[in-house]
């Protein structure tokens, strides 16, 4: 009977959560955050890390829908610092970052063949007018 005890006893032991000593505990610097009762907030967090975030918002939307602007920033695991700014309304999430990808500049050239592919489907257009006015 002492045996099976010791081994439950150990059982729950090794079951225990293991904590890695070698993880860096990061504090936190600010956390403030305002809620008022109209539904407008704001929300400030930074971390010794780096990382921030800063975000407020309203429900200035279509029926209400929260408006949000705000930023965030870290260090990339490259050493790359790394800032967003964004606006998230009626037309979605927006965000700006020297990171992110940019479009080509337009106008740029258009290929031969679309010029082509846009004049064919202009006669095809043309065409059906004429016959459209035939049955008419």
């Not at 959560?17 to 993880?23: K, L, R, V």
């Not at 964004?86 to 337009?106: C, H, K, R, T, W």
Request: charged share 25%.
């Amino acid at each position: 009977m002492k045996f099976v005890i010791i081994a439950c006893v150990a059982a729950v032991a090794f079951a225990a959560p293991q904590y890695d000593s070698s993880e860096e505990f990061v504090p936190i610097l600010k956390d403030d955050r305002v809620h008022e009762d109209d539904g407008t907030f704001n929300f400030d967090f930074e971390a010794a890390n780096g990382i921030r975030v800063s975000q407020a918002g309203s429900p200035d939307g279509d029926e209400d829908a929260v408006i949000k602007a705000g930023e965030y920033s870290y260090t990339a695991p490259d050493g790359t610092p790394v800032v967003v700014k964004y606006v998230a309304d009626e037309n979605g999430f927006q965000p700006q970052s020297d990171l992110l990808p940019v479009a080509p500049a337009f106008p740029h050239p258009i290929p031969q063949f679309v010029l082509d592919q846009i004049a064919k489907a202009a006669e095809e257009d043309r065409n059906r007018d004429d016959s459209d006015e035939r049955y008419n």
